[in-house]
């Protein structure tokens, strides 16, 4: 059974990144913020996938990769798409377990994850592309 679910696990982080690598791929240095935003949905959708396919360990607690996805949004969409990722992400773990406590605890962590792993608003360029921005 765990077996079963880590290997559909691995089938969904793989098309998560080829997926992500194939529509996205420039740095996001150079990405717009329409661009970045398309990110955070698109690794939104996938870490809500990754709730669905979570593995149950009690009623309320499910094991899931739901973070993997927002720091993939933060690399391929800086702060703005892991932001974007978080607020989804978060935002449907509330509403499907219908405002439990716990689901409010799970989405604000989700939130503030995202928001750790997209850094600082500022975007920092490295040096060769010209300094900060």
């Given amino acids: 059974m765990i077996l079963q679910v880590l290997i559909e696990d691995l089938v969904l982080v793989i098309g998560l990144l080829l997926i992500t690598m194939f529509l996205f791929p420039r740095s996001s240095f150079r990405m717009t913020v329409r661009q970045r935003i398309s990110v955070g949905l698109l690794q939104g959708l996938f870490g809500i996938l990754f709730i669905h396919f979570g593995y149950p360990v009690t009623e309320h607690i499910v094991l899931d990769y739901r973070q993997l996805t927002l720091m ?14 978080g607020l989804l ?37 490295p040096a060769c592309a010209g300094g900060y921005r």
């Fill in 89 to 125: 992400i978060g935002g449907f773990r509330f509403w499907e377990a219908g405002g439990d406590p716990g689901a409010m605890q799970a989405a604000l962590y989700t939130f503030l994850a995202a928001a750790g792993a997209g850094g600082s608003p500022i975007t920092y360029a």
């Fill in 72 to 85: 993939t949004a933060a690399h391929f969409g800086g702060f703005t798409g892991a932001l974007t990722a």
